[in-house]
T-cell receptor
Framework: EDQVTQSPEALRLQEGESSSLNCSYT??????LFWYRQDPGKGPEFLFT???AGEEKEKERLKATLTKKESFLHITAPKPEDSATYLC?????FGDGNKLVFGAGTILRVKS | SAVISQKPSRDICQRGTSLTIQCQVD?????MFWYRQQPGQSLTLIAT?????????ESGFVIDKFPISRPNLTFSTLTVSNMSPEDSSIYLC???????????FGPGTRLTVL
């Protein structure tokens, strides 16, 4: 069964204090790994898709990386507006390839 | 990217009643999905809404409880039937233009059942 585990559950940072969020996954052939951001009371907002080990993608202060077993979301010099829940999801090649399996998320709070 | 709207944004319902949630996409999409997000938890896929055929339900979800329609390539509905307080949740619609494409999400419908 495909599984996604995110850590830590919650993270508090000072503004400017860089850190990383982890997403460990078990999947029967990875088709894609997705990162989303979710603000309270809103739907998930797409950030990145990673398809193969070694791939990296960047957007502003965020950088996502992928290995064969996990993905990291690196946040460089975060600002209070980066506070949100960050969700990781995997899509498998085999079986129902359209399905996304989500992790529980990491709640990030950035204080000024 | 697709822009997705949902109606209603929130509702408070009585036990035993049903609520239909609408999902509208601003462009034609291949795939549409319905998810549930229970308080403090992550997203769980309820079903894939198939255009012109019956929805494909995930384990633990059944058509009698969550009937889904998808009459065309831009619109879908999810009905939560015979509701109980355990159905209180956020219901989210998503859409993708292909089987390997990114899923974009609507804003969600926050349902409270009393």
């Amino acid at each position: 069964e495909d599984q996604v585990t995110q850590s830590p559950e919650a993270l508090r940072l000072q503004e400017g204090e860089s850190s990383s969020l982890n997403c460990s996954y078990t999947v029967s052939g990875l088709r894609g790994l997705f990162w989303y951001r979710q603000d309270p009371g809103k739907g998930p907002e797409f950030l990145f898709t990673l398809y193969s080990a070694g791939e990296e993608k960047e957007k502003e202060r965020l950088k996502a990386t992928l290995t064969k077993k996990e993905s990291f979301l690196h946040i460089t010099a975060p600002k209070p507006e980066d506070s949100a829940t960050y969700l990781c999801a995997v899509q498998a090649h085999f079986g129902d390839g359209n399905k996304l399996v989500f992790g529980a998320g990491t709640i990030l709070r950035v204080k000024s | 990217s697709a822009v997705i709207s949902q109606k209603p944004s929130r509702d408070i319902c009585q036990r035993g009643t049903s609520l239909t949630i609408q999902c509208q996409v601003d462009s034609q999409v291949t795939m549409m999905f319905w998810y549930r997000q229970q308080p403090g938890q992550s997203l769980t896929l309820i079903a894939t809404a198939n255009q012109g055929s019956e929805a494909t339900y995930e384990s633990g979800f059944v058509i009698d409880k969550f009937p889904i329609s998808r009459p065309n390539l831009t619109f879908s509905t999810l009905t939560v039937s015979n509701m109980s307080p355990e159905d209180s949740s956020i219901y989210l619609c998503s859409a993708a233009t292909g089987s390997t494409d990114t899923q974009y999400f609507g804003p969600g419908t926050r349902l409270t059942v009393l």
